[in-house]
């Protein structure tokens, strides 16, 4: 048997917005509802009556409602932002690991330009360093390379995307062209000598 409060309207209007709520776009057939929540028409009514008089639902068509309010359907999209939200923080999260390997990738391929006389000087270099990756090696690093004693060292500081065109490579006169659109090149003469109190 039912109780006096498994029949009570408000427990009634309970169940009517939880279909409400379900709805995707706050739509529900009122001899849908009826049927679902095992209730005479009428009493829907009674519910949808007081409903529509203060504004919380429309007649959309001649047995469907839709829902005017505010609030029934705020935690299911507090539920869709909060996934939303989730995959952004795991892309960023992939993404982060990404940069993170390709920073030790750089640091690695750079430690082993400079490594043991044993091993070869200058490794397989396959790898660009992205723009948002900073990595730098000094003088004394660069001049430590067996191959670039006695030799003239320039080191170049550009931004993304430079270009960097040589034009016709002989060996008694070479020439660089270096070309950017998004900021500054610095250029630097790297001296054989190096004082120790120079930075």
């Known amino acids: 048997e039912k109780t006096r409060y498994d029949t009570s309207l408000g427990l009634l209007t309970k169940k009517f917005l939880c279909l409400l709520s379900d709805s995707p776009d706050g739509v529900v057939d009122l001899n849908r509802a009826a049927e679902l929540l095992e209730v005479q028409k009428r009493r829907i009514y009674d519910i949808t009556n007081v409903l529509e008089g203060i504004q919380l639902i429309r007649k959309k068509s001649k047995n469907n409602i839709q829902w005017m309010g505010t609030g029934i359907f705020e935690e299911a999209a507090v539920r869709v932002k909060q996934q939303e939200l989730r995959g952004e923080v795991a892309q960023l999260g992939r993404t982060e690991r990404t940069l993170d390997q390709l920073l030790h990738d750089c640091n690695l391929q750079i430690r082993q330009l400079v490594d043991d006389e044993g091993k070869p000087r200058y490794p397989p270099f396959s790898y660009t360093c992205p723009p948002s990756t900073l990595a ?3 003088y004394q690093d660069l001049r430590a390379i067996r191959d670039f004693q006695e030799q003239t060292v320039i080191a170049v500081k550009a931004p ?16 660089l062209h270096l070309k950017s659109t998004s900021g500054p090149i610095e250029v630097y003469l790297c001296p054989e000598e190096i004082p120790e109190e120079s930075p």
Do not use: I
């Open 136 to 138: 730098y090696v000094t």
């Open 160 to 175: 993304p995307e430079t270009q960097l065109e040589v034009p016709e490579f002989s060996k008694d006169n070479l020439q």
